[in-house]
Structures are given as C-alpha cells and as structure tokens.
C-alpha cells in the first residue's frame, strides 16, 4: 500500500510536538512489539555544514523521533551515518562536528560511524559487490531520515540518495560511480528502510548537496516507499523527474509504475517550491559528463592523486574549480561558552524555536560572561539564527568561520 504523510512545523515544539503524533496515529503498526530490538535511525550527515545551510538532517527533528522511541520504552536505539569520504579521510569527526555526539549522550542513546563498521556485501551493477554497514542489514526498524536538497551529480537528494551513506568506508562508497544511479537504486532494494521521515523544515536549493542555498520550507514527510516519496519530492520542488538519475533508473527497471504515478498525480501539496536547480561551473560539468566521468574517476582513485587532494593548496584548487564542494578546515571549534547582550535582543524566540533540547531561551544564557545553558550541547543553532546578533560566542570558531562566512546574513533572515 503506498502511503505518504505531511507535517506543517517550523519551531521545535510544533516538530516534536507533530511528528510524535503522526508517528502514533499513522504508523503505529511499524514500530516493533520487543522493546528490545534494535533500531537504526540514519540521518544525512553529508559533511560538516549543520541542518541551517540545508545540507544536513536538522537536530530538532532527530531528537523528535528520538523522543517518541524513548516515550514508548525502546531500549536499544542507534544513530548511525557514514559521513563522507573526504571528511574521514582527513581525520575529520562530522558527527562530532555536527554534535550529534553529544545529542546521543544527551538522550543515551548509541551512535556509529559506519566508516568503521563490520560490512555485509550486496550486489552492485557489473558484478560488483559492495561493503554496507552491518547495523543496516540487522536493525529490526531501520528509520531513513534525510534531507531534502538538490544535488549536481543525481540531481536531488532525498530518500534514495541518502543510503550511499551506509556504505563503508571510501572504497565501497566509490564504487557506486561505476553506475552512479543505478547503484543508488541497488542499494535500496537491498536495504529497504521501513520508514522514511524527510527533514524538509530547512531545504538546500542551487548548487547541491554542499555549496547550494538555504530554503525554508517548514515541511516533514513521512512514507514507506522511498521512491513514491523521491517523485513526490520532486513535485513538491517542482524538479523534473527526468533530471533525477536513480528515479530515471527505477522507472526503466519498472520499480516504479503507474500506480505510483497516479498516487503523486493525484496527490494535492498545501504548497509546493521552485528549487533553483544544481547548476556545476563549466569545468566541473565538463567533467562529471557522463561519457567523460569514468576518466576522472581513474585518475582520482589513483594513490598519488589522493595524496594532492589531502594537500591545502591542491584542495583549494578543487575548491575553486568547482570539482569539489566541501572544504576540509582541520581546525576545530573551541568553545568557551554563550552569552546575552540584552540591549540588543528583542526577546523575539526564535533562538527557542530552534533549540534542539527545549532550552529555555535566552532566559537561560548569562548576561555576564560566557557560559553553557545547562543541558547545551553547543550546536550554534541559537547563535546563527539570532536575527539581531544578541547572542555572543565566546572561543574560537574553527572550522564554523568558513560557514558562517558563506551562510550567515542568510541563515539569520530564514
């Protein structure tokens, strides 16, 4: 049966408050009988950018599902992602950097780099086979949770996409290029998530997954066929669907059918977007052509090309070239605490709205001198969308510097 479900919820009372009911109400018969069976949730933690910018699941809604899980007495939960490839290999903690860390010890919960994990082969194109992380085949309830962004190589991220992050390590990650699409789609019909929840409250537009634009949208979706869902997100961000190549894959494959063309035709958004489409600089497009992209990729998985790529000036060469999205900045943020500058703020609530753990905002920030609220898990949330800057920071920003140099007018304005 397909079925598809939408949340109206911008702050984190109307979240917590939404997708715990329609959780309880609409998916009910889901959710394990043994409190006791593991279950997975798999965010998209594509890199080190927080939910803000639109390229990594929000925190707010994490925690909402989390909630639920632990409001019903499940006792074994586990976060787990595999972050990207450039990030790992240059030592680079994106869960740590993210805080999802320390949202999992909040609540007491596990949380797993997959980058690390034991593998399980499945079957790509050509014969290959491919390593997943082990806790993706032996979750009982495998919860499916990315975001909703554009992307320059598959077109959109959403439902489909999000799985290449259950891959292990480098090596099985990039032997999806051999067929990017249709090893997208291979990877669902081995994992099959029973749920998928789409974080959609803060979308990425243009240049996606790393280096598009934020969008507010204010919007969940729930479902349990990641490829009616993709399609619906495509209507709903009125993308074409022939510019989206593992949605393309499926309809060949005849995955998809008629039936879930008349459920998305049929079905009625209370609004929908225009996402700008991820448009790649011209040396960049040249290159991930598809007739020409099986050559880059010899040259990149080569040894001595990986080594250039670990090198700064090499890396801003990629950077400015538009070959590679993420910028890899080793320096970590040090952080001393938070405070209030009363003057400036007009106690509007939005640093409350976006707090992920219910922090009483910002009441709880000191007027005298950095300090942490207690229960803070220094996610920065409160401090990047103050409208009127009344949030001091206090220690180094580290690797924040290079995002909120590129998001921060914006972010604050959402």
């Not at 959780?23 to 933690?45: C, G, H, M, V, W």
């Not at 969008?215 to 709903?236: E, Q, R, S």
């Not at 040396?283 to 001595?304: E, G, V, W």
């Not at 320096?331 to 219910?358: F, Q, R, V």
Request: with cysteine; glycine share 6%; net charge positive.
């Amino acid at each position: 049966m397909l079925r598809f479900d939408s949340l109206k919820a911008q702050t984190v009372k109307e979240l917590k408050t939404g997708i715990k009911e329609t959780l309880s109400t609409k998916y009910a018969e889901i959710f394990p009988n043994d409190k006791r069976a593991p279950i997975l949730i798999k965010p998209n933690l594509n890199s080190n950018m927080n939910a803000l910018t639109g390229n990594t699941t929000d925190l707010r809604v994490i925690a909402s599902v989390i909630e639920f899980l632990k409001d019903n007495g499940f006792l074994d939960i586990t976060i787990g992602e595999g972050t990207n490839s450039g990030f790992y290999r240059s030592n680079i903690s994106v869960i740590e950097r993210l805080y999802y860390d320390k949202l999992a010890a909040f609540y007491g919960v596990r949380i797993k780099d997959f980058n690390y994990s034991e593998t399980v082969n499945i079957e790509f194109s050509k014969g290959i086979k491919a390593g997943v992380a082990r806790e993706c085949q032996e979750a009982a309830l495998f919860i499916n949770m990315p975001k909703l962004k554009t992307h320059f190589e598959a077109g959109m991220s959403v439902c489909l996409k999000n799985l290449m992050g259950c891959l292990v390590g480098q090596p099985n990650k990039k032997k999806t290029h051999a067929s990017l699409s249709e090893n997208i789609v291979n990877l669902n019909l081995a994992l099959k998530p029973h749920l998928h929840i789409v974080d959609a409250v803060i979308a990425m537009e243009g240049l996606g997954p790393t280096r598009g634009t934020p969008i507010k949208t204010g919007n969940v979706f729930f479902g349990t066929d990641p490829f009616l869902i993709d399609i619906l997100m495509a209507k709903f961000a009125s993308f074409n669907i022939k510019k989206i190549g593992p949605i393309q894959n499926a309809i060949k494959r005849n995955i998809i059918t008629q039936e879930h063309f008349d459920f998305v035709n049929n079905y009625k958004f209370a609004d929908t977007y225009s996402l700008k489409p991820p448009e790649a600089g011209p040396i960049a497009t040249f290159i991930h052509h598809p007739k020409r992209q099986k050559y880059f990729l010899a040259i990149r998985n080569t040894a001595f090309f990986n080594y250039l790529c670990q090198t700064e000036f090499f890396g801003k060469i990629l950077f400015a070239t538009g070959l590679r999205q993420d910028v890899f900045i080793k320096d970590e943020m040090h952080w001393d605490g938070l405070s209030l500058n009363e003057s400036a703020c007009t106690k509007c609530g939005k640093c409350n709205d976006y707090c992920p753990l219910d922090i009483k905002l910002p009441e709880s920030l000191s007027k005298a001198g950095a300090s942490s609220p207690p229960g803070c898990i220094q996610c920065l949330y409160c401090y990047s969308t103050c409208p009127e800057r009344a949030i001091d920071f206090h220690g180094k920003l580290g690797f924040m510097s290079e995002q909120i140099r590129q998001y921060d007018n914006i972010i604050r304005k959402l």
